[in-house]
């Protein structure tokens, strides 16, 4: 559902421009906070659920996390605001977990089960009992039936059935999850294994309840920004067409400026820094064998899972800065009292940014559909907005970045120009259970000699969980501006340069 215009993703929008709106103009945050949900659910009669009390509640446990606050405790009375005044801007960043299950609003989904639907016929062959290995079915009353204490979830019966008559039961966010952090509690509701959890985001977009939501920065920002604070913006390359086919990267720039950001940056800027990086590193020390093979940096969920999963080959992940944080250290060196901004499609960005190290780089992070609620909230539309001035940070190779398989293609490029008689091997896989086996090969020495491109979304940035259009669609308008840029490649001596 990544993209997707649906009624979950209006109940995300709404409760973030709710609490845009209050940061903004409001002169009694606390009471109007607590109203979020009665704002939401005006009457008794429910829109979405069984009861509006169980709509409220649901309104209420998101507000919170819009606050960048953790979920309330199911057996004590705490206010939706509790915790709010000491989430200061200069002490508040994300409280982990970042990633949270609702209770109130999961579906408690069955997950891999078997089940006979309306379409058997009761046909003479029983072809599903035949192949069944535990005798798990029988035909009652002309009708297949699976005795669920015996299935053990082969799914012989389902292939054998001539009428596709046997489903089988998933539930979304654990089959989305590549990592296999999705869990049950007691009773039957997802949770999530935060030792696992990279915080990609795509449980979160599967989920068709909406059950699954991470924290916000977007009240802290606000109070920022209000409170006379420098804020720098700094926005992924993957906003192209967001907010709309008329909203050019122009009016993207004019409509930032207008929202109150001092000065916006692109962070394709960083991405040309790592690629040119991350092409010297392969051939100094992939090509000369010092190394078996690198991996790329710049997705935080790709470089976790190899942190995490595959600590021996750890060495072999680069030191690079992420295109984030190179660009951060960029805008801070010009502007050393600013807070800097990012603004991508990308929730795991948000984990990257809780890490020490980058804490001084990066003070918020927000994503596009956060983004989209605080330009409603202040009546800005970025496809009727004036023009003014121009986004001219980055070339074609950095832009790139936002699309599956363009961080190895602007590297491949940059040794290309750089390194001409140097031949390059490439490999790039998308979704963290692609990236997983593709790990696994390298930790087996398959893939020696590699430049090995992860990306934790299947499809790139453009796919992230903070998406607002198709992917289909977001990538084409990323090429748009990848073929409309005017410079091609970035420097070999940018790294340097930047330095300086």
Known sequence: MRGLHTQVSDLRKDVFVEVARIAYESDNINDDLESIPYKLSPDENPRFRDSVYRE????????????????????????????????????????????????????????NVYEVSNLCRGCLAHSCMEVCPRDAITHVDGQAHIDKSKCIKCGKCKSACPYDAIGKKVRPCSVACGVKAIESDEYGRAVINQDKCLSCGMCMVSCPFGAIADKSQIFQLIRCMKNGGE??????????????????????????????????????????????????DYVYHVKTGEKPFLLTSCCPAWSMLAKKQFPEIIDSVSKEL?????????????????????????????????????????????????????????????????????????????????????????????????????????EH??????????????????????????MGCPGGCVAGA???????????????????????????????????
Not at 342 to 367: H, N, Q, Y
Not at 390 to 400: E, I, N, Q, S
Not at 438 to 449: S, T, Y
Not at 485 to 498: A, C, G, Y
């Open 56 to 111: 409220r509640a649901v309104s209420s446990e998101r507000t919170r996390l819009a606050l960048g606050l953790s979920l309330r405790p199911q057996n004590k009375p705490v206010h939706i605001t509790s915790g709010l005044d000491e989430a200061t801007v200069d002490e508040m960043y994300y409280e982990p977990p970042l990633m949270q299950v609702i209770p109130s609003a999961c579906n408690a989904c069955e997950d």
């Open 231 to 280: 804020v720098v913006a700094e926005i992924a390359p993957a906003y192209a067409g967001q907010f709309g086919k008329e909203a050019t990267p122009d009016k993207i720039y004019a409509a930032l400026l207008k929202l109150g950001f001092s000065q916006v940056y692109e962070v394709a800027l960083g991405a040309d820094i790592g690629a040119v990086t991350e092409a010297h």
């Open 322 to 426: 992420t295109p984030m944080v190179a660009t951060a250290r960029s805008i801070k060196k010009e502007h050393p009292n600013a807070k800097v901004v990012f603004i991508g499609p990308c929730a795991a960005k948000k984990l990257e940014a809780m890490r020490k190290t980058v804490r001084s780089d990066v003070d918020f992070v927000i994503t596009f559909e956060e983004l989209d609620a605080m330009f409603e909230a202040r009546g800005i539309d970025p496809k009727t907005i004036e023009s003014q001035g121009h986004l001219h940070d980055a070339t074609a190779a950095g832009r790139g970045y936002a699309v599956a398989g363009g961080v190895s293609k602007a590297i491949e490029n940059c040794i290309h120009e750089y390194y001409p008689d140097v031949e390059v091997q490439i």
């Open 429 to 454: 896989v998308e979704g963290l259970d692609e990236c997983k086996k593709v790990l696994m090969l390298a930790k087996a020495g398959r893939k020696n000699g590699y430049l090995i491109e992860g």
């Open 466 to 500: 903070g998406t607002l259009i198709p992917v289909p669609e977001a990538k084409k308008d990323v090429q748009q501006i990848v073929k409309d840029s005017t410079k091609k490649l970035p420097p070999k001596q940018l790294r340097e340069i930047e330095l300086k």
